[in-house]
């Protein structure tokens, strides 16, 4: 994760600053007409944060008649500049209000700061900014052609923006995970309609403060509150002035989403789930793939889709590397998200603790040998009511096995030895998902050659989550439809017209 902040830290606030969520449809902040909400929990000690209302049809058709209305009022007759001026100017105030973007992320995921502030909230900053320096430099291509006449005829292509964007997004990385489609889709010209995942409704709130701040037009930005299956994750995907829909989250949620999406036609960009292989050959480096592979299992309590979960070592060097990987799992300290030594905060709730508990039991059913880990931390009493998990590790599972082959989302992976390359290569492909791989090799021939039989969206050699905001992001197979980032995101967030003018 290369992204600083040049900002220090205040304290997180004490969980008994309550901070109640609203929608934010049409420029306003409201609570809607349902008189559904529900309790926002900490994570960390599982006490309340506030409440969240819950948007039926009718926010979600005011949100989207909004987002239309702005569609075909002041955003879509703003100029390039005029338009990513603004967005500047958001990511701007983003950063003058870090503070309280990474409070609200901490109190509601229970991250430690010390990641939040160095990656969370300046990525929200720099999906804005990045993606007006793309808007700004759209190209588009042009065909003189002949015809039969001898006057000819020029064909060029327009792009524009797709319409009204549905954006539906996870709790991992709430904020970086949202703006990193609400950025794109603002700068090339389309409106927004936001989902945030239930559990982490904060930091989409008090960027609906930053858009009013800065003089974005009303209804370009919205959000609505909700949960997925019949709630505002449902009556969102389906309403038919939705352009397209914009999705990161799991691969059956993707599964739902596209079946919705039928309905009309609308195009579909998902980021979705993944088992992510690390490849460690032994020539690696094994300090640097060590400390590599502590990141790519451990951050964010393992929660980051491109985490490894499933670790493949080259024979000679599989003793050494599990032993290392225990004592790196076991040197981590678990806490609270401002204690500056906190290396692991909590699961985002209680449902996904007992979910990731579920693996943990079942890999011991399925003849795991228990490295480290495998269950709940002793936690002072103070931070008991948290969904607080160990970190752990396995070896000894067959390939086939569930911990192997299924997303678990959690600080955990199995460690398999290998002995020859074309092996590698065919554990790492072997399952039904294909975003991320991590190849540790000093043989640059090798990386290259593993790197090109890998069935991923993202290969990374001798790193992991080390991102340039312009290269095309996305999963295959069963992890994703499409790319996003840079230029690639121009594919999805806008449609191209030929225009074929006869001379
Ligand atoms: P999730 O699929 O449970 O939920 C994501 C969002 O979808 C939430 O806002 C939820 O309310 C909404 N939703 C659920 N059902 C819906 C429906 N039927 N219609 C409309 N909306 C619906 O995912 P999560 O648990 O929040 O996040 C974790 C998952 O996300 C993991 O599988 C992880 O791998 C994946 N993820 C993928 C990427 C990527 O870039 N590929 C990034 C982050 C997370
Ligand atoms: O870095 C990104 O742009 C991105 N989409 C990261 C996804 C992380 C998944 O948890």
Known sequence: MNVHSPHERRPL?????????AHFI???????????????????????????????????????????????????????????????????EINRRFDDFLEA?????????????????????????????????????CFPMPTPDGAGALNYALRRPRGVIAVISPWNLPLLLMTWKVGPALALGN???????????????????????????????????????????????????????????????????????????????????????????????????????MRSVFSNCGQVCLGTER??????????????????AEALRLGRPEDPATG?????SKEHQGKVLSYYRKAVEEGATVVTGGGVPAMPAELAGGSWIEPTIWTGLSDDAACVTEEIFGPCCHIRPFDTEAEAIRLANGTPYGLAAAVWTENLSRAHRVASRLDVGICWVNSWF???LRTAFGGAKASGIGREGGVHSLEFYTEMTNVCVKL
């Open 13 to 21: 606030a004490q969980s008994t600053a309550r901070r109640d969520a």
């Open 26 to 92: 049409d420029g306003a902040f409201t609570t809607g007409t349902t008189g559904k909400s529900w309790q926002n929990l900490c994570p960390v000690d599982g006490s309340a944060i506030g409440t969240v209302p819950e948007g039926g049809e009718a926010e979600v058709d005011a949100a989207v008649k909004a987002a239309r209305a702005a569609l075909d009022g002041p955003w879509g007759s703003m100029s390039v500049t005029e338009r990513t001026d603004l967005l500047g100017a958001v990511a701007d």
């Open 105 to 141: 992320e901490c109190l509601d995921t229970g991250k430690p700061m010390s990641l939040a502030s160095h990656v969370d909230i300046p990525r929200g900053a720099a999906n804005f900014k990045m993606f007006t320096d793309v808007a700004k430099t759209v190209a588009t291509e």
């Open 191 to 293: 409106t927004v309609v936001v989902k945030p995942s239930e559990e982490t409704p904060l930091t989409a709130t008090l960027l609906g403060e930053v858009m009013n701040k800065v003089g974005v037009p009303r209804g370009v930005y919205n959000v609505v509150h909700g949960f997925g299956p019949d709630s505002a994750g449902e009556f969102l995907t389906r309403h038919p002035l939705v352009n397209g829909i914009t999705f990161t989250g799991e691969t059956r949620t993707g599964e739902a989403i596209m079946k919705q999406a039928a309905h009309g036609i609308r195009p579909v960009s998902f980021e979705l789930g993944g088992k992510n292989p690390a490849l460690v050959f032994a020539d690696c480096d094994l300090d640097k793939a060590i400390e590599g592979t």
């Open 311 to 328: 670790v493949y070592v080259e024979r000679p060097l599989f003793e050494t590397f599990v032993a290392r990987l225990k004592q790196g």
């Open 344 to 348: 692991l905060g909590p699961l985002i």
């Open 466 to 468: 080390l991102r340039d």
